[in-house]
């Protein structure tokens, strides 16, 4: 016999269904006295509790105590004993059934135990996991903000797993265990808490998230699309180069400020200083006419942005011949229309002193083929990459636009070109790249550059580029081949445009 049958029984009837077999044996074992003592003999020994077992499970007159014997002694002194069995076939067979029975469930149970002790070391696991989930999701409550999604799938996963996983322990426990139940709950609890946070997040952070990513995800396509169209070329042209097909779009107007003079002083120019030799040193210049809108009397420099931002640190000079706002600055000369006459000037800025002036051949003047809105602009100065401009119209012309190069040393024409584009139907105009670009009002709010004229070439023609303005009237508009801005006089005000130039792969 097993020594842990007993302690077996007790468990296996613990276990349920499993301790099925034992339920037919229990039957056999009242009727027969011998086995009862059997068993009797070998309780006694190891469980003081089951003394009396013998006794109390007796059913009828065949159930009889061991303890019933006779001794005697014979005449040589030989103790005799003997015990009375009722039943007169002792059941051997059954036994040994019984035996194999028991060590049979003895190993099932030893099967069921280590299992037992499996399981108890997985609950300690996934008690540990569950801490840490809880753990966390605590996190997540308290911090709406720095969870993600990823967050919540792993835990979703790791919930799902350990549902699966207490289904299998439940299954292998046949009976219920509480410490399993609760860990259900507690599974089903930590499900539907992962859920509900999910639906609570309010700030949809989420849904932003995801927007996100989606957005960087078309940036990331979008740059490598441009990538492949488009391999070395930089995104603008080099400052002061002319390596684009031209202008096509133009951004719209930085207010810089109002003039240092003030808001009845509607007419007038500024700029800044182009010198190939210092693209980037250029001074910045004001030039408000007079209240009567012709004469150029008062300008300033200032060395800085900043400085011109803040009015401070200005240099403030006086003419006594200027006329009109179509004045430019280029290597620290000024140009200008000689007042009431058609001749031009160039100004030493350092000095402020008269260097050179020269007559502009045929070109009309005093209003004669000024620009739309704007008058005493009938000889308009600009600069480019490659130097000195005048644009103009003479009688020869029909109030067409010229176009002369200068040399900028003496003023004298180099080169000139005419053009088929009525001067006083345009409302300002500037050079870039030896192309001139026109200008004309479509209403308050916007002008456009609708013409030009490629010196280079000879060609001219439409254009339909919207640019904004803050007043009503463009007074005067200059070019800056480094910066690649326009600078424009609108009634008073100073405004800055960034220009998009056509990208031209070479
Ligand atoms: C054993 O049974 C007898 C008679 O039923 C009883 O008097 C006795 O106290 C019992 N002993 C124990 C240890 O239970
Ligand atoms: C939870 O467990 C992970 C590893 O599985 C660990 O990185 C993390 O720090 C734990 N969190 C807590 C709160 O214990
Ligand atoms: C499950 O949640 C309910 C309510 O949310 C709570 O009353 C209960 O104590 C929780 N059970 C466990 C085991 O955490
Ligand atoms: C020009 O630029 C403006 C923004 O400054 C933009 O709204 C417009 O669509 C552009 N036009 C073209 C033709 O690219
Ligand atoms: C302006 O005049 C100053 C003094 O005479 C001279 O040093 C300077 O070179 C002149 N600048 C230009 C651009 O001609
Ligand atoms: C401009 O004129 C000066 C003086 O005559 C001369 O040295 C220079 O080469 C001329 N520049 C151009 C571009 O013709
Ligand atoms: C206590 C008890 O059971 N005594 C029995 C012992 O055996 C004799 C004869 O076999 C019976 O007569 C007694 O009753």
């Known amino acids: 016999m097993q020594p842990g049958f007993p302690f077996l029984l007790a468990l296996l009837s613990l276990l349920g269904s499993d301790a099925g077999d034992l339920v037919d044996l229990t039957p056999e074992l009242s ?9 009797t003999s070998s309780f006694t020994s190891g469980s003081k509790s089951s003394s009396n077992w013998s006794a109390s499970s007796g059913s009828g007159s065949r159930t009889q105590s061991f303890s019933n014997f006779t ?40 099967k069921e135990l280590s299992k037992v002790k499996e399981y108890v070391q997985l609950i300690t696991i996934y008690e540990k996991k569950f801490v840490n989930l809880t753990l966390r999701v605590e996190i997540m409550e308290k911090d709406s903000i720095s969870y ?28 219920s265990s509480e410490i399993v139940d609760q860990l259900e709950v507690e599974i089903r609890n930590m499900t539907l808490l992962v859920e509900k946070l999910e639906t609570l997040d309010k700030t949809n952070v989420l849904a932003i998230r995801r927007e996100i990513l989606a957005l960087k995800n078309k940036l990331k396509e979008c740059e490598a699309s441009k990538s492949e169209n488009i391999p070395v070329a930089p995104p603008v042209p080099a400052p002061g180069t002319c390596t684009h097909g031209g202008v096509v ?22 700029g800044r200083d182009y010198s190939p030799e210092n693209p980037d040193k250029g001074q910045y210049w004001v030039a408000p006419l007079n209240p009567d809108g012709r004469m150029l009397e008062y ?8 400085d011109l931002l803040l009015y401070r640190h200005a240099k403030q000079s006086r003419i006594t011949y200027g006329q009109g706002s179509g004045t430019a ?64 119209s003479t009688e020869a012309s029909t109030g067409n636009m010229v176009i002369s190069k200068l040399n900028d040393t003496t003023l004298l024409v180099l080169n000139t070109w ?15 790249c030896g192309v001139l670009y026109a200008t004309r009002t479509l209403n308050t709010r916007t002008e456009e550059i609708f013409y030009y004229y490629d010196t280079n070439t000879g060609k001219e023609g439409r254009l339909d580029i919207i640019m904004h303005k803050m007043q009503e009237t463009v007074q005067s508009i200059n070019y800056h081949p480094f910066d690649q801005k326009l600078f424009v006089y609108n009634d008073g005000y100073l405004l800055n445009y960034d220009l998009i130039f056509k990208q031209e792969p070479h």
């Open 418 to 432: 005419h053009t088929k584009q009525y001067k006083p139907s345009v409302s300002n105009a500037f050079m870039i």
């Open 148 to 175: 993600t999604e990823l967050d919540f799938e792993l835990i979703k996963i790791e919930v799902k797993e350990m549902e699966k996983l207490i289904i299998q322990l439940k299954d292998g426990f046949s009976g």
């Open 329 to 392: 600055v280029y290597k620290n000369n000024m140009y200008v229309n000689w007042y009431n006459t058609g001749n031009i000037a160039k100004i030493n800025l350092t000095t402020n002193t008269v260097s050179v002036t020269q007559n502009l051949p045929y070109a009309a003047y005093n209003n004669r083929f000024s620009y739309a809105n704007v008058g005493w602009q009938d000889i308009d100065f600009a600069v480019d990459e490659s130097g000195l401009w005048v644009i103009y």
């Open 249 to 270: 779009n133009i951004s719209r107007p930085f207010i810089v400020q109002l003039n240092w003079r003030g808001f009845s002083y509607k007419y007038g120019a500024w």
């Open 299 to 306: 300008y300033q420099l200032h060395n800085t942005m900043d």
């Open 31 to 39: 009727p027969t006295s011998v086995l009862q003592s059997d068993f």
């Open 71 to 110: 001794g005697s002694k014979d005449d040589r002194g030989t103790c005799q004993c003997s015990i009375t069995l009722p039943d007169t076939t002792f059941p051997v067979e059954r036994v040994e059934r019984l035996e194999y029975r028991a060590h049979i469930l003895y190993e099932k149970f030893q």
